[in-house]
């Protein structure tokens, strides 16, 4: 199991940027999907995720309206599209994946089981 994070940059307040995560060993559709961040000094906290359960979005209260969690089950890849971003945002995010069926509220707490290597947004002018 394997999961690449790419995407990550600089970028000014209020700009955009795509991340993605491309899967290899598994089939990503088969998984719960979530994207985690830790910004310097502080814990790790979850962004998004997509349970197996009910194939619903969850989303942390600081990105909701601004972040996208998808996946492209042909590309084997997941990815998140945060808008508005503010220097808040700045962080390492991580891309994971689980293949139980907990719910998309829990996987925000506890994590998944699946890592990949992180990439890191900057927001800054």
């Known amino acids: 199991v394997q999961l690449q994070a790419s995407g990550g940059g600089l970028v000014q307040p209020g700009g955009s940027l795509r991340l993605s995560c491309a899967a290899s060993?598994?089939?990503?559709?088969?998984?719960?999907i979530g994207w985690f961040r830790q910004a310097p000094g502080k814990e790790r906290e979850g962004v998004s995720t997509i349970s197996s359960s009910d194939g619903g979005a969850y989303y942390a209260d600081s990105v909701k309206g601004r972040f996208t969690i998808s996946r492209d089950n042909a590309k084997n890849t997941m990815y998140l599209q945060m808008n508005s971003l503010t220097p808040e945002d700045t962080a390492v995010y991580y891309c994971?994946?689980?293949?139980?069926?907990?719910?998309?509220?829990?996987?925000?707490?506890?994590?998944?089981?699946?890592w990949g290597k992180g990439t890191l947004v900057t927001v800054s002018s």
């Open positions: 994971a994946a689980d293949p139980a069926y907990y719910t998309g509220s829990y996987y925000l707490d506890y994590g998944m089981d699946y």
């Open positions: 060993g598994f089939i990503l559709a088969d998984y719960a």
